[in-house]
């Protein structure tokens, strides 16, 4: 078998990062791309964590403020949410079409 | 040390991590989606284990695959799920940007392959009984700007998140 | 040890925060029906010290925290810009809050806040800090859009500033990482010398587009400014003069120092970046589709947010120039975009009465009769706008487009004075409207309170100094574009 190098993380990292974004492209509803926003920002922690191997320590101390971000997000995220549906009753993005050019 | 069978525990994970990936993005009803992204970030705190990252990895099972998937449920009970499974899923763009998104998939993937000599060969010797006292170190000593002006983040983020959901202000 | 001369390097910072907390705490003790106006004194004398603050810090230039912040005149300017520009909104919304009854004094503790962010960004010079000012500066704003909760469309408009504006901190952080790996850096200087000693690899130019979509985002630049107009016009409008001024400059700010420190040596070499056609496109194409989206609106907050796309593509003209000339030719144009757009999205604020209904173009005619004084300073600003000598708009072109000429840019400087012409149109539309048409029907002027005169006087007072007067501003960018070069 291969030897598992920084690149099979990197490529991983790569598909989770497309993943997301097509999340975020193409559903229509606002928890889940929320989700897939966390997707993103996980593909972006398996990148820093990864490259922390070739680089040193500080990689992983970047995503532990990457993970805290996140957290802020999501709280805000879903505030925001909370009044949106009080407004909308529904989480669809029907108006908030986000590819709309 | 080395991890034991590095290369099977690695496919392992990272073929969990992206097929619940994928199901959180296909899935109709919301709290399916949140159960599969709680399997992607426990499959990745299992890869950042095999990175010499214990420290990262406990903080995402704890805060991210603890706390925020909490939040997630809380906004999704609160959403009638039966609705949001008969409304349509995908929005009409669905296809450019799949084709957009996997083009760019394509460019990351030919990148990797083209660039490889960037990445140093060997790898750093990371701490691996101290871990977590390294990047405490680091947080605490480098890192201090940042790692005070996150507080203030994560003050904005509770100011945001309680003027947003009140009643009435 | 930190020294202290440390801490007066994050002196605006520390007092920004100081006095947020402050208008925090204060809050919960005013009775509930009390008007909110106490705080926003309060947050006004935070953000005067703020600025009182960026001016002391001149005499402390030097980095701090382990290089993580530097002050020098480029980060004092835009200290500068941010914290006037929440005083003057701060200033502005006293009155707002109250017509629009919103009793909440949370308002004015997260403009404190996001203004720390903002200050943040600009002197910043590692990407995790900026990364983590930029999220303060941004979720600070995607709250502040949805604060007229009664409307359903400030709410929408917040929830999709969100949505995208996390979307494109996910984008910029996944360029972060990139250039982590590609250099093994996140400290700007660290980077640029890596990038020097190893030639850009393909890793890095990926990432410099992954941070160039991130913050093409925040900045509203084509083809990355869909969400300008709906999340302007939803948010409350002293909110909207506020994100798109002060949080774009300090965009502004962290992109001048990014890419032109990044690559400072193939600069000063005389030779094109690597993002230069990147940034020519998205120039080019912000100008066009802002202006002509511009033409067809017939909301005055919409017209105002394609213009700000036309205005960001201005902007990135002199990112393409030649690097001195460029440099303080963006910074001056920032300063002169952020007084009169500030001031025309405040007249918008006041004129549009209790939920915001007066907006769209009928509702300003025959304003120059009813209210002249109020007429006339939106046309100085729009006059500004467009770019008529004597106004500092006028200037702010004229120095960007001379950069872009110097650099031999002789396309994009054609784009950028054809799309001139045609903004033109669109702002004088709004003067005829006002001092030619007759009004149909009969539209109540508020009598304008003192806090948004105040802010008025100063944004004209800058628009006319910086157009007359153009040169002690364009000395201190241009020593700032020196120091940032070196």
Same mark, same amino acid.
């Given at each position: 078998m291969v030897p598992i190098t920084t690149l099979h993380y990197l490529v991983v990292a790569a598909a989770l990062f497309v993943l997301g974004t097509i999340g975020v492209l193409t559903r229509r509803n606002v928890v889940i791309i929320l989700m897939s926003i966390e997707l993103i920002l996980n593909a972006v922690n398996l990148n820093l964590v990864a490259f922390s191997r070739l680089y040193g320590l500080h990689g992983q101390v970047f995503a532990v403020f990457v993970i805290t971000d996140a957290a802020a997000e999501a709280a805000v995220g879903l505030g925001i949410l909370i009044a949106f549906f009080r407004n909308k009753?529904?989480?669809?993005m029907d108006e908030v079409d986000l590819l709309k050019w | 040390m080395n991890p034991v069978a590095t290369p099977f525990f690695f496919y392992f994970l990272s073929a969990m991590a992206l097929i619940s990936g994928v199901l959180v993005i296909t899935r109709k009803n919301p709290v399916h989606s949140a159960i599969a992204l709680i399997f992607t970030l426990l499959s990745l705190a299992g890869l950042y284990l095999m990175l010499y990252a214990p420290f990262v990895a406990g903080v995402q099972i704890?805060?991210?695959?603890?706390g925020i998937m909490v939040l997630f449920l809380f906004v999704i009970m609160l959403v009638s799920v039966s609705r949001v499974e008969r409304e349509?899923?995908?929005?009409?763009?669905w296809l450019v940007g799949i084709a957009a998104t996997a083009a760019l998939g394509v460019l990351f993937i030919l990148v990797y392959a083209k660039g490889k000599?960037?990445?140093?060969?060997r790898t750093v010797q990371l701490p691996e009984q101290l871990n977590t006292q390294q990047v405490a170190v680091w947080l605490y000593g480098t890192y201090m700007l940042p790692f005070e002006i996150a507080s203030l983040l994560l003050l904005v983020a509770i100011v945001g998140a309680v003027v947003m959901a009140k009643k009435r202000i | 040890m930190i020294a202290t001369a440390d801490y007066i390097r994050i002196l605006p910072e520390i007092v920004l925060t100081l006095f947020g907390l402050i208008v925090m705490f204060v809050d919960p003790l005013?009775?509930?029906?009390?008007?909110?106006k106490p705080l926003g004194i309060i947050a006004l004398i935070g953000s005067l010290g703020a600025v009182a603050a960026s001016i002391y810090q001149m005499r402390y230039p030097g980095p701090a925290f382990w290089n993580f912040v530097v002050v020098d005149n480029f980060s004092i300017f835009f200290h500068l810009l941010v914290t006037i520009a929440a005083a003057l909104v701060i200033m502005a919304s006293f009155e707002y809050l109250r017509v629009q009854e919103i009793r909440a004094g949370e308002y004015f503790g997260l403009i404190l806040f996001g203004t720390v962010g903002m200050a943040l960004m600009s002197s910043a010079v590692e990407l995790v800090l900026i990364f983590i000012a930029l999220e303060i500066s941004s979720i600070s704003t995607y709250i502040l859009a949805g604060? @007229?909760? @009664?409307? !359903?469309g400030s709410v929408e408009s917040s929830l999709k500033y969100f949505l995208l504006g996390s979307f494109a901190t996910a984008f910029f952080l996944y360029g972060i990482a990139l250039m982590f790996g590609a250099t =093994?850096?996140?400290?700007i200087p660290q980077i640029a010398s890596a990038l020097r000693l190893? =030639? *850009?690899?393909?890793l890095a130019y990926v990432a410099y587009a992954l941070m160039f979509v991130g913050l093409g985002f925040k900045i509203a630049? *084509?083809?990355?400014?869909?969400?300008t107009p709906d999340v302007y016009e939803g948010a409350p409008s002293p909110v909207v003069a506020f994100m798109s001024t002060a949080p774009k400059m300090a965009v502004f700010a962290v992109l001048l120092r990014i890419l032109f420190v990044t690559e400072s040596p193939s600069l000063l070499a005389g030779s094109r970046p690597v993002w230069f056609w990147w940034v020519w496109g998205s120039a080019a194409v912000s100008m066009t589709l802002g202006n002509l989206g511009a033409l067809?609106?017939?909301n005055v907050k919409r017209m105002l947010a394609y213009s700000a796309i036309a205005h960001a593509g201005y902007l990135l003209v002199a990112f393409a120039a030649a690097p001195e000339a460029g440099i303080s030719a963006a910074m001056f144009y920032a300063a002169s975009y952020t007084a009169m757009n500030l001031g025309a999205f405040i007249v918008v604020s006041h004129f549009a009465n209790a939920g915001e209904r007066y907006v769209t173009?009928?509702?300003?005619?025959g304003l120059g009769r009813r209210s002249p004084l109020l007429a006339m300073t939106l046309t100085i600003f729009l006059i500004s706008l467009i770019g008529i000598? !004597?106004? *500092?708009g006028f200037f702010a072109k004229f120095y960007v487009f001379s950069a872009a000429l110097k650099a031999n840019l002789v396309w994009l400087t054609i784009i950028a004075v054809v799309n001139s012409a045609i903004g033109a149109y669109y702002y004088l539309r709004v003067i005829v409207a006002m001092y030619m048409r007759d009004s149909t029907q009969e539209i109540p002027v508020m009598r304008v309170p003192a806090g948004v005169t105040a802010t008025l006087l100063c944004s004209v007072a800058a628009v006319i100094y910086l157009g007359i007067l153009p040169g002690r501003v364009l000395e201190f960018a241009t020593r700032s574009a020196q120091s940032l070069l070196r």
């Open positions: 009753e529904t989480v669809n | 704890i805060l991210y695959a603890g349509s899923q995908f929005n009409k763009q000599s960037v990445f140093p060969e | 005013l009775p509930e029906s009390r008007n909110v604060f @007229r909760r @009664r409307d !359903a =093994g850096s996140t400290d190893n =030639g *850009a690899p393909l630049s *084509a083809p990355f400014h869909v969400w067809v609106q017939n173009l009928d509702d300003y005619t000598p !004597a106004t *500092a």
